[in-house]
C-alpha cells in the first residue's frame, strides 16, 4: 500500500528554468514532509523538509509547498542547474503517532537539467 | 559525506546463506533506521533502533533481525536468503526518536545467486 506517491517517473528541464516535482499522500495522519536527493551509488541526502503548520518552506533555490486539503506537496527548484540531475523521494511521516522515525517513501523522480 | 558508515559496499551470496550488514552512525546520532531498495520497490522501511530498543518495525521479514549495541552501531542479519532478497540496503541515522531528517549511509547492495 503505497502511502506516498510521486507520480512522475521522470522530468527534463532546461537549466536555468524552474522544476516542479510533485507528491501525494493519502493518510491524513503524515504532519512532517521532506525531500531527499539521490545520485548514482549513493545513499539519499537530506534536501528541505516542511511541517503540517506551514504550507511553504524555503531554503535557498529549494522551495517545499504543502496543500494538507489536497493532500499534496510539491518541490520547487529555481533556478535549475546541471548539477540538480537527479533522483528526488519524497517522504512523510507521523512524527505524534505510533511509527515514530519511520519515513514513507514515494518512488521517486528522475530530474534531468539540460544545458 | 553523511557520516553514516555502511559495510561492506557489496555482497554476493547463494541462497540459503545467511548475511550480516553493518552500519555506524553519525557521532552524536542515537536512532538508526534499515530501509531495503528494491529495483520494483521504493525506499522500504524496515526497522528502527533507539539507543540499543527497538521503536519501530515495518515490513521486516522474520528471516531478517537487526540489533544495536551500547556503542549504537547496528547489524541487520539476513538469513535464509532468496533471490527475491537481492537489493539496496541503507542505514540512516538521526539524533532523536521522531521521524525528522534521517542521514543516510552509501548503502550495501546484496546479490543472491
Known amino acids: 500500500d503505497q502511502q506516498v506517491k510521486q507520480n512522475s517517473p521522470s522530468l527534463s528541464v532546461q537549466e536555468g528554468r524552474i522544476s516542479i516535482l510533485n507528491c501525494d499522500y493519502t493518510?491524513?495522519?503524515?504532519?512532517?514532509f521532506l525531500w531527499y536527493k539521490k545520485y548514482p551509488a549513493e545513499g539519499p541526502t537530506f534536501l528541505i523538509s516542511?511541517?503540517?503548520?506551514?504550507d511553504k518552506n524555503e531554503d535557498g533555490r529549494f522551495t517545499v509547498f504543502l496543500n494538507k486539503s489536497a493532500k499534496h506537496l510539491s518541490l520547487h527548484i529555481v533556478p535549475s542547474q546541471p548539477g540538480d540531475s537527479a533522483v528526488y523521494f519524497c517522504?512523510?511521516?507521523?512524527?505524534?503517532?505510533?511509527?515514530?522515525?519511520?519515513?514513507?517513501f514515494g518512488r521517486g523522480t528522475q530530474l534531468t537539467v539540460w544545458p | 559525506d553523511s557520516g553514516v558508515t555502511q559495510t561492506p559496499k557489496h555482497l554476493i551470496t547463494a541462497t540459503g546463506q545467511r548475511v550480516t550488514l553493518r552500519c555506524s552512525p553519525r557521532s552524536g546520532d542515537l536512532s538508526v533506521y534499515w530501509y531495503q531498495q528494491s529495483l520494483d520497490q521504493g525506499l522500504q522501511f524496515l526497522i528502527q533502533y533507539y539507543n540499543g530498543e527497538e521503536r519501530a518495525k515495518g515490513n521486516i521479514l522474520e528471516r531478517f533481525s537487526a540489533q544495536q549495541f551500547p556503542d549504537l552501531h547496528s547489524e541487520l542479519n539476513l538469513s535464509s536468503l532468496e533471490l527475491g532478497d537481492s537489493a539496496l540496503y541503507f542505514c540512516?541515522?538521526?539524533?532523536?526518536?521522531?521521524?525528522?531528517?534521517?542521514?543516510f549511509g552509501p548503502g550495501t547492495r546484496l546479490t543472491v545467486t
Open positions: 517522504a512523510a511521516s507521523n512524527r505524534g503517532g505510533s511509527t515514530l522515525g519511520r519515513l514513507y
Open positions: 540512516a541515522s538521526s539524533v532523536g526518536d521522531r521521524a525528522g531528517e534521517q542521514y
Open positions: 516542511i511541517s503540517s503548520i506551514k
Open positions: 493518510n491524513s495522519m503524515f504532519d512532517y
